[in-house]
């Protein structure tokens, strides 16, 4: 099973912008697709970004508006597994901001967050890690340490940590993220929830079985009350869960868990989406172990065959691990 600390994704506008006006159309259609994405319907989103970068391209309006929406279709293109158009609209994203608000600036530090999601996805942790601490150094710079963006980032590095076996600096990060969170952020954003989801990966990682199944248990429980109990982000929580019991020898109670994580991931990204196969093959997996071998290797087959095409798309190196921290 896999496990994975965070994720790479920020949420709404991005900084710098905040000042237009709230009647203006480009910024309802920018809300309008913050609101969908919030919801979990990453397809839906790009309508209104879409619709949002054209006008401001159209109107030749203030640059970080055409950055902004980049940023908003990349980061749904990236939701839906479309990690070269995402890369590219995140590119463009980051030039337009660099020269708008120079290379020190908070939009440029989100935005090479952001990016660094894509290269994680794509196994390329060395130029994720890169980024990360770049965005953290900008971030470290103009900035409270309290502040909820550094924060998200800051538990995104905590993936590479673990990675490479530093749990007590990745705890560290996860921690003080977490804190944050309960400090800064709002329910419907999802944060506390998946921060909880997220030091339990950090106790799976130490060996602290019991407690790591408390934090998925909490994580869930909050994250219903937050989002529903249908939203995407929940998939990852679930397939924690559920992994996390089949440790423990109690896979009576991982399989029905899978099935549910299952049935989001399908409504909600379909089932050539990687994240699907991944559960797939972890539930595939649980189910050779409880001894339903024929079925197991029925749905080994198509899980790998999801994982083939969507590497295939996305490069060789394409991964998805299903713990990841997706609010952004």
């Given at each position: 099973?896999?496990?994975?600390?965070?994720?790479?994704?920020?949420?709404?506008?991005?900084?710098?912008?905040?000042?237009?006006?709230?009647?203006d159309?480009?910024?309802?259609?920018?809300?309008?697709?913050?609101?969908?994405w919030?919801?979990?319907?990453?397809?839906?989103?790009?309508?209104?970004?879409?619709?949002?970068l054209?006008?401001?391209?159209?109107?030749?309006?203030?640059?970080?508006?055409?950055a902004?929406?980049?940023?908003?279709?990349?980061?749904?293109?990236?939701?839906l597994?479309?990690?070269?158009?995402?890369?590219?609209?995140?590119?463009?994203?980051?030039?337009?901001?660099?020269?708008?608000?120079?290379?020190?600036?908070?939009?440029?530090?989100?935005?090479?967050?952001?990016?660094?999601?894509?290269?994680?996805?794509?196994?390329?942790?060395?130029?994720?890690?890169?980024?990360?601490?770049?965005?953290?150094?900008?971030?470290?710079?103009?900035?409270?340490?309290d502040?909820?963006?550094?924060?998200?980032?800051?538990?995104?590095?905590?993936?590479?940590?673990?990675?490479?076996?530093?749990?007590?600096?990745?705890?560290?990060?996860?921690?003080?993220?977490?804190?944050?969170?309960?400090?800064?952020?709002?329910?419907?954003?999802?944060?506390?929830?998946?921060?909880?989801?997220?030091?339990?990966?950090?106790?799976?990682?130490?060996?602290?079985?019991?407690?790591?199944?408390?934090?998925?248990?909490?994580?869930?429980?909050?994250?219903?009350?937050?989002?529903?109990?249908?939203?995407?982000?929940?998939?990852?929580?679930?397939?924690?869960?559920?992994s996390?019991?089949?440790?423990?020898?109690r896979?009576?109670?991982?399989?029905?868990?899978?099935?549910?994580?299952?049935?989001?991931?399908?409504?909600?990204?379909?089932?050539?989406?990687?994240?699907?196969?991944?559960?797939?093959?972890?539930?595939?997996?649980?189910?050779?172990?409880?001894?339903?071998?024929?079925?197991?290797?029925?749905?080994?087959?198509?899980?790998h065959?999801?994982?083939?095409?969507?590497?295939?798309?996305?490069?060789?190196?394409?991964?998805?691990?299903?713990?990841?921290?997706?609010?952004?």
């Amino acid at each position: 099973m896999k496990y994975r600390s965070l994720a790479y994704l920020l949420t709404g506008l991005i900084v710098g912008i905040t000042a237009f006006a709230q009647s203006d159309e480009w910024r309802s259609l920018m809300n309008r697709g913050n609101d969908l994405w919030q919801a979990g319907s990453a397809g839906e989103a790009l309508v209104p970004y879409r619709a949002a970068l054209r006008l401001a391209e159209q109107s030749g309006s203030e640059p970080l508006r055409i950055a902004s929406a980049l940023n908003g279709i990349a980061t749904a293109e990236d939701d839906l597994d479309r990690l070269s158009d995402a890369e590219q609209h995140f590119r463009r994203a980051l030039d337009i901001v660099e020269r708008a608000a120079g290379k020190m600036s908070v939009s440029r530090a989100q935005v090479l967050v952001n990016l660094s999601g894509v290269y994680a996805r794509r196994g390329q942790s060395p130029e994720a890690e890169a980024m990360l601490r770049e965005g953290i150094s900008i971030y470290s710079e103009l900035v409270p340490r309290d502040n909820l963006q550094a924060a998200i980032a800051r538990s995104c590095l905590a993936e590479a940590l673990l990675r490479r076996g530093d749990y007590k600096a990745a705890e560290s990060l996860v921690t003080d993220s977490l804190a944050v969170f309960e400090n800064k952020s709002e329910p419907r954003q999802g944060y506390v929830g998946m921060g909880y989801n997220n030091l339990g990966t950090v106790r799976r990682f130490q060996g602290r079985d019991k407690e790591a199944l408390q934090l998925f248990e909490r994580a869930l429980a909050r994250l219903e009350a937050d989002m529903g109990p249908t939203h995407p982000v929940l998939i990852y929580v679930l397939n924690n869960q559920a992994s996390e019991y089949v440790r423990v020898g109690r896979l009576g109670e991982a399989l029905p868990i899978f099935r549910r994580a299952l049935s989001i991931a399908e409504s909600h990204l379909g089932t050539a989406h990687p994240l699907y196969g991944t559960i797939l093959g972890n539930y595939a997996q649980s189910l050779r172990k409880s001894g339903h071998k024929g079925e197991a290797k029925e749905l080994e087959a198509r899980a790998h065959a999801v994982l083939k095409d969507s590497a295939r798309r996305n490069g060789s190196g394409a991964t998805v691990d299903v713990s990841a921290f997706r609010p952004r």
